[in-house]
């Protein structure tokens, strides 16, 4: 009689390993976090792909460096451009732009509770185009096209018999849909110096995010409009395919020119539903006065200053167009100002650090979508 082993066998955990990842798969991760960094440098990614080689050997004799480039080359992740300077150089293609943007989708929302639609929608059913699964009455008025003509065949049945088929009003059945709510959001990201002081990098994290959230509206939203924007001394817009570029200048922080740029954008939006995301640590700095010149101040919060951006925040609180400030500083004077911006404006404030900025971005979209719909 053989002994029973009382020991039960364990589980035997190790690093997760992508199933079947080839070499250039697992370089190309790398590759799109540091052309991500690099503001779409090509020569300095691969330099900090090259250094992160030596340290912990990412590639071996049978695949190397040169061969991951070439396979860019060929599956058309990078191109070769002549500068002006007559000199060329390689650069990264909208392939690329559109692969780095879905890698941000996936790393900022991706562990995010999935919805189970694919739309945002109200909460009254009625003429729309999303469908329910759920069937009512025909009435007068009702397409033609929204009759469910297996239900109806079927009550037509019941009601009539087979053998002496007829069908009637009162047979047909359309199936419910919802309303699709849609959504204009206007992304205001600051690019003024701060945003890389003190040692740390607010500007990667800040145009993750939005690239992320491009992907997200562009891939499931597609009746959502998104416009992005920064702010410096000025406000200019800038369109999805500029994100991976997206740089730091030596400016001030000119919120209210921002502001300005955001409403007179989406006063062009037919959506009902509006509203403005902003990215900013800095407080704001900088006025640009009549004449053309810039009114700056950097030394705490100038009244001049702060008035006008009060002002703005209660211009769009007149327009039904909320603002969400996501605060990537925690002064105690800056958060100030925050929370008597955002009762101007009535809006909402997160004061936070740069860890799980796109979820709460993901969150605040997907809930203002939700409870924002009016008639």
Known sequence: MKKENKHKKGFVFKPYEAPNQSPFDKLFEIFKELITHTSGDFDEAID?????????????AEYTIDDFIEDLKKKGYIKEEIDIDGKGGMAITAKTERAIRQQALNQIFGALRKSGRGNHQSKSPGIGDEHTGDFRDYQFGDALDKVSM??????????????DFSISEDDLVVEETMHKSQMSTVLMIDISHSMILYGEDRITPAKKVAMALAELITSRYPKDTLDII?????????????????????????????????????R??????KQIFMITDGKPSCLRLPDG??????????????????????QARKLHIPITTFMIAQDPYLMQFVQEFTKANQGKAFYTGLKGLGEMIFEDYETNRKKRIRG
């Open 150 to 163: 297996t239900e109806s065949l079927k009550n037509a049945q019941i009601n009539h018999g087979i053998g």
């Open 230 to 266: 920064v702010f410096g001394n000025d406000s200019w817009q800038i369109e999805i395919a500029d994100l991976p570029y997206l740089k730091v200048g030596p400016y001030h922080t000119n919120t209210v020119a921002g502001l300005q740029l955001a409403l007179d954008l989406l």
């Open 48 to 60: 900090w792909l090259k250094q992160l080689d030596k340290e912990y050997e990412l590639t071996t």
């Open 293 to 314: 010149q810039y009114y700056k101040d950097s030394n705490g919060l100038n009244p001049h200053i702060t008035n006008k951006c009060y002002a703005m925040a209660g």
């Open 268 to 273: 062009r939006k037919r959506n009902t539903n």
